[in-house]
T-cell receptor, first 112, second 118 residues
Framework: AQSVTQLGSHVSVSEGALVLLRCNYSSSVPPYLFWYVQYPNQGLQLLLKYTSAATLVKGINGFEAEFKKSETSFHLTKPSAHMSDAAEYFCALKSSGDKLTFGTGTRLAVRP | GAGVSQSPRYKVAKRGQDVALRCDPISGHVSLFWYQQALGQGPEFLTY????????KSGLPSDRFFAERPEGSVSTLKIQRTQQEDSAVYLC????????????????FGPGTRLTVL
């Protein structure tokens, strides 16, 4: 079975600090991986996706993620947090039939 | 162009009532997905369509849940005899490509319908 694990349901960082949100996956086939962000009362917005073209993926708003097969990880990072980054972040794996399997999410708080 | 829209945005139902949730996908998008997001959880797959064909409904939690997309565009998720455990946000997503294609196609999500069953 395919699954996604996000370590840390809540992460708090200071404005300007590094953001690191962790995602590990389990998949029997080469995975397609995604990071989505969800602001309050809004739908999910795609930040970036891994499609096997390059292991380091750059996304919107200064975020990037690195696919590490040996560690079955796809952690999301941003060098310097901004207040507007406060939101919930979901890692997702595309499984059979193109449906997405999501992690339980990480809520990011940014302290001034 | 316009994104995925869903209506209503909020729905309160008494236990036992039937509800219908609407999704308008991005024009021209072939694939349409429904997900259920319980409070504090990630979205969970319910069902998906390729045009008007429902290719997978394995995530529907019970036979009280029914989805349709009769003309390959707008989709409706219907829940009969609602129960308190049905309270959740229902998300709709659409993507341009055929299911089972390259696999890299992006799903675009609507804002969701928050269903509260009293």
């Amino acid at each position: 079975a395919q699954s996604v694990t996000q370590l840390g349901s809540h992460v708090s960082v200071s404005e300007g600090a590094l953001v690191l949100l962790r995602c590990n996956y389990s998949s029997s086939v080469p995975p397609y991986l995604f990071w989505y962000v969800q602001y309050p009362n809004q739908g999910l917005q795609l930040l970036l996706k891994y499609t096997s073209a390059a292991t380091l993926v750059k996304g919107i708003n200064g975020f990037e993620a690195e696919f590490k097969k040996s560690e079955t990880s796809f952690h999301l990072t941003k060098p310097s947090a901004h207040m507007s980054d406060a939101a919930e972040y979901f890692c997702a794996l595309k499984s059979s039939g193109d449906k997405l399997t999501f992690g339980t999410g990480t809520r990011l708080a940014v302290r001034p | 162009g316009a994104g995925v829209s869903q209506s209503p945005r909020y729905k309160v139902a008494k236990r036992g009532q039937d509800v219908a949730l609407r999704c308008d996908p991005i024009s021209g998008h072939v694939s349409l997905f429904w997900y259920q997001q319980a409070l504090g959880q990630g979205p969970e797959f319910l069902t998906y369509f390729q045009n008007e064909a429902q290719l997978d409904k394995s995530g529907l939690p019970s036979d009280r849940f029914f989805a349709e997309r009769p003309e390959g565009s707008v989709s409706t998720l219907k829940i009969q005899r609602t129960q308190q455990e049905d309270s959740a946000v229902y998300l709709c997503a659409s993507s341009l490509a055929v299911v089972g294609g390259s696999g890299t196609d992006t799903q675009y999500f609507g804002p969701g319908t928050r269903l509260t069953v009293l």
